[in-house]
């Protein structure tokens, strides 16, 4: 059965950072590359962060880059987003989502709220 799931999130005073982890199984997770995507209340899902299989490539939303950093530990099944310098406009409920060709996996999502 495969399962991704999110840990990590909560409230975060502007200008703070938190650290999201995602917990993978039930398939090899080393063949799939890895996003993480934040929906905003009243806003469409958008793409955060991606990272390749062997993490060797990563890339960013412009809204983030430079504050957030996307991580994966294959021995552990486990990809990361740390996040530092948050925003107001950080605040979503945050998503893994694994992806091989047409395969797509997602977790159930995190909460991070950016507030003071």
């Known amino acids: 059965q495969v399962q991704l799931v999110e840990s990590g999130g909560g409230l975060v005073q502007p200008g703070g950072s938190l650290r999201l982890s995602c917990a993978a199984s039930?398939?090899?997770?080393?063949?799939?590359?890895m996003r993480w995507y934040r929906q905003a209340p009243g806003k469409e899902r958008e793409l955060v962060a991606h990272?390749?299989?062997?993490?060797?490539?990563?890339r960013y939303a412009d809204s983030v880059k430079g504050r957030f950093t996307i991580s994966r530990d294959n021995a552990k099944h486990t990809v990361y987003l740390q996040m530092d310098s948050l925003k107001f406009e950080d605040t979503a409920v945050y998503y893994c989502?694994?992806?091989?060709?047409?395969?797509?996996?997602w977790g159930k999502g995190t909460l991070v709220t950016v507030s003071s």
């Open positions: 039930g398939f090899i997770f080393s063949n799939y590359g």
């Open positions: 990272i390749s299989t062997t993490g060797g490539t990563t």
């Open positions: 989502n694994a992806f091989l060709y047409s395969m797509d996996y």
